[in-house]
């Protein structure tokens, strides 16, 4: 089970920490994502972190702003959120998979999601 939090509402330019803790399994195991959806909008992939932290992918709406990490010790993966804009007000989830995808349908466990608000 993968339960995210860390979403609130924050203003334009503020940041925020998503956090994404795991139980019953082993984040080490798997590549991990924090993807996001807005009303509307389909799923879109923001970032992903591979088993040992020594690749990560953004995308290109985040990268430079936002960072992912992990810490297999604490089966937590997180994501730093700088400079927030209102684009990037939706519900985030964390996710893990097998493979090193940015592909959603490739990840087969999810978190709940936490909302994110970015006020203009």
């Known amino acids: 089970q993968l339960q995210a939090s860390g979403g609130g509402l924050v203003q334009a330019g503020g940041s925020l920490r998503l956090s994404c803790a795991a139980s019953g399994r082993t984040v080490s195991s798997y590549v991990m994502g924090w993807f996001r959806q807005a009303p509307g909008k389909e799923r879109e992939f923001v970032a992903r972190?591979?088993?040992?932290?020594?690749?990560?992918h953004y995308a290109d709406s985040v990268k430079g702003r936002f960072t992912i990490s992990r810490d297999n010790a604490a089966n937590t993966v997180y994501l730093q959120m700088n400079s927030l804009q209102s684009e990037d007000t939706a519900v985030y989830s964390c996710?893990?998979?097998?493979?090193?995808?940015?592909?959603?349908?490739?990840?087969?466990?999810w978190g709940q999601g936490t909302q994110v608000t970015v006020s203009s």
């Open positions: 972190i591979s088993r040992y932290s020594d690749d990560t």
């Open positions: 996710a893990a998979s097998l493979s090193t995808t940015n592909w959603w349908r490739t990840y087969t466990y």
